[in-house]
């Protein structure tokens, strides 16, 4: 899982409330990414941040918020308003699109989120 | 638009045989192409990728992958299963005009058979 750290692994939380998740990178790295994991249908992407200060919706953005406040983290928050949250989230870390490694994205352990 | 089928759910193979998980994609320009690989419970690994160049790529854990441009494919492969490759494996594509943004595949299920 590289140098991304993601917590917790399991979060457990009342319907209506806000939660958010943690993930932090020492690997330096420019672009963050948030992506939701349901069975069957693979990884969808929530939000993405390219550098510090700025992020842009993925394709699931709604009910869902983030901040990069510093290159090393990118906090998400589920909030009340998401109808399904329940789900296994995934957070990643990609280097600089010019470099070699580009397009390569380096995934956290992830936190499994269940809302009752 | 870009996008990647995985047409399987799920592909057994017996231990020792060969193996081959499926990926067709779609972009408007020349792709950048990945294998991933997830374990129960755990984030995904990075396998191997196509830039350009050679279409047979190299990757981790004796996997490669071979991409061919007029079938839109990229199908991983592998010489010989081991019971250790059962795991989740995901086809990503990017465009090169896309800065840094992947669409994954919904995964492949590859089943080892001892």
């Known amino acids: 899982d590289g140098g991304i750290t993601q917590s917790p692994k399991y979060l457990f939380r009342k319907e209506g409330q806000n939660v958010t998740l943690s993930c932090e990178q020492n690997?330096?790295?420019?672009?963050m990414y948030w992506y939701r994991q349901d069975p069957g249908q693979g990884l969808r992407l929530i939000y993405y941040?390219?550098?510090?200060?700025?992020?842009q919706k993925g394709d699931i953005a709604e009910g869902y918020s983030v901040s990069r406040e510093k290159k090393e983290s990118f906090p998400l928050t589920v909030t009340s308003a998401q109808k399904n949250p329940t789900a296994f989230y995934l957070c990643a870390s990609s280097g600089k699109a010019t470099s070699g490694r580009a397009g390569e994205q380096y995934f956290g352990p992830g936190t499994r989120l269940t809302v009752t | 638009a870009q996008s990647v089928a995985q047409p399987e759910d799920q592909v057994n193979v017996a231990e020792g045989n060969p193996l081959t998980v499926k990926c067709t994609y779609s972009v408007s320009g020349n792709p950048y192409l990945f294998w991933y690989v997830q374990y129960p419970n755990r984030g995904l690994q990075f396998l191997l990728k196509?830039?350009?160049?050679?279409?047979l790529v190299k990757g981790s854990y004796g996997f490669e992958a071979e991409f061919n441009k007029s079938q839109t494919s990229f199908h991983l492969k592998k010489p010989s299963a081991l019971v250790s490759d059962s795991a989740l494996y995901f086809c990503a594509v990017r465009d090169r005009g896309s800065y840094q943004k992947v669409t994954f595949g919904t995964g492949t299920k590859l089943q080892v058979i001892p």
């Open positions: 941040s390219q550098i510090v200060n700025d992020f």
């Open positions: 196509y830039i350009t160049g050679d279409n």
């Open positions: 690997l330096n790295h420019d672009a």
